[in-house]
């Protein structure tokens, strides 16, 4: 009974009734004029709930949540196995796929759940093909080369206007339009890496046009000689020899010597 017998009329309770409170319990027996009365107290301890977040996928790392449920005891956590396999505790970001327990216990109570988090690292870039060309040379792509899960999809500027390649490879080429390409992303099939500082230039110079200088000019032995001069943009180079190995300036005049033989103009 709910009650003592002694005390009042308790209610009557049978076998197999549900007790979900904390609770005395009598037991009561009459024969006859003879009777006797035991009890006993019955501690009813909520088992704790834990709401599993279900299984995560996350880009480089997962930051684990505060872990929800009821009738929880303020002591709940994760773990890296079970507690039955010796699981041991979890702390800060997780940064490998794995699989994650939470355990939590009331006394002999205790509920454990596991959820299973996917971590995909992030695709990296990185671009090469920069050089210096004269008009008319067969100037080279820019290539980007990709680590990560295909499909890609690159954002980049030239020359500071925003630009988007895609491709299933893990080398695309940007094409060699002249001007300084800059990578500004790279999403891969799982992830988007904005953290990129690759820079890549193709200079393009047209050809100068032929210098504009003097006429051949004959001195006798004890003539002073003037300066020559030239006409026309870039620099330039005066050598003594047909063969331009022996350089003797490079301003846009020169007073030659009086020896015999020739100054050419590069």
Same mark, same amino acid.
Do not use: H
């Given at each position: 009974? $709910?009650?003592?017998?002694?005390?009042?009329?308790? /209610?009557?309770?049978? #076998?197999?009734?549900?007790?979900? *409170?904390?609770?005395?319990?009598?037991? =009561?027996?009459?024969?006859?004029?003879?009777?006797?009365?035991?009890?006993?107290?019955? *501690?009813?301890?909520?088992?704790? $709930?834990?709401?599993?977040?279900?299984?995560?996928?996350?880009?480089?790392?997962?930051?684990?949540?505060?872990?929800?449920? &009821?009738?929880?005891?303020?002591?709940?956590?994760?773990?890296? !196995?079970?507690?039955?396999?010796?699981?041991?505790?979890?702390?800060?970001?997780?940064?490998? @796929?794995?699989?994650?327990?939470?355990?939590?216990?009331?006394?002999?109570? %205790?509920?454990?759940?596991?959820?299973? #988090?996917?971590? !995909?690292?992030?695709? *990296?870039?990185?671009?090469?093909?920069?050089?210096?060309?004269?008009?008319?040379?067969?100037?080279?792509?820019?290539?980007? @080369?990709? /680590?990560?899960?295909?499909?890609?999809?690159?954002?980049?500027?030239?020359?500071?206007?925003?630009?988007?390649? &895609?491709?299933?490879?893990? %080398?695309?080429? +940007?094409?060699? @339009?002249?001007?300084? =390409?800059?990578?500004?992303?790279?999403?891969?099939?799982?992830?988007?890496?904005?953290? +990129?500082? &690759? /820079?890549?230039?193709?200079?393009?110079?047209? #050809?100068?046009?032929?210098?504009?200088?003097?006429?051949?000019?004959? =001195?006798?032995?004890?003539?002073?000689?003037?300066? +020559?001069?030239?006409?026309?943009?870039? $620099?330039?180079?005066?050598?003594?020899?047909? !063969?331009?190995?022996?350089? #003797?300036?490079?301003?846009?005049?020169?007073?030659?010597?009086?020896?015999?033989?020739?100054?050419?103009?590069?």
């Amino acid at each position: 009974v $709910s009650q003592s017998r002694y005390g009042g009329q308790g /209610t009557q309770l049978n #076998i197999g009734d549900v007790i979900s *409170t904390n609770s005395t319990v009598y037991i =009561y027996d009459q024969n006859g004029a003879r009777t006797n009365e035991e009890s006993f107290d019955i *501690t009813i301890i909520q088992t704790p $709930s834990i709401n599993n977040p279900g299984n995560q996928v996350a880009c480089e790392s997962y930051s684990l949540p505060v872990i929800a449920g &009821s009738d929880l005891s303020g002591s709940q956590g994760y773990f890296n !196995n079970s507690q039955a396999l010796g699981g041991t505790a979890l702390s800060g970001a997780i940064t490998s @796929s794995q699989t994650v327990y939470i355990y939590d216990a009331n006394g002999a109570c %205790s509920d454990e759940e596991s959820f299973v #988090i996917t971590i !995909n690292p992030l695709p *990296t870039a990185s671009l090469s093909g920069g050089d210096i060309y004269c008009q008319g040379d067969n100037v080279g792509d820019i290539v980007a @080369s990709i /680590t990560g899960a295909a499909d890609f999809t690159l954002n980049y500027t030239l020359d500071g206007v925003a630009q988007t390649q &895609s491709g299933s490879t893990t %080398s695309i080429s +940007l094409g060699n @339009s002249a001007g300084t =390409y800059v990578l500004v992303s790279i999403t891969d099939a799982n992830c988007t890496n904005s953290n +990129l500082s &690759s /820079t890549q230039t193709i200079v393009v110079n047209p #050809i100068p046009s032929a210098p504009i200088a003097g006429e051949d000019t004959i =001195y006798c032995a004890n003539a002073t000689p003037i300066a +020559l001069f030239v006409q026309g943009a870039g $620099s330039f180079n005066w050598y003594s020899d047909q !063969n331009l190995t022996n350089e #003797i300036g490079t301003n846009s005049s020169i007073t030659p010597s009086m020896n015999v033989g020739t100054t050419k103009l590069s």
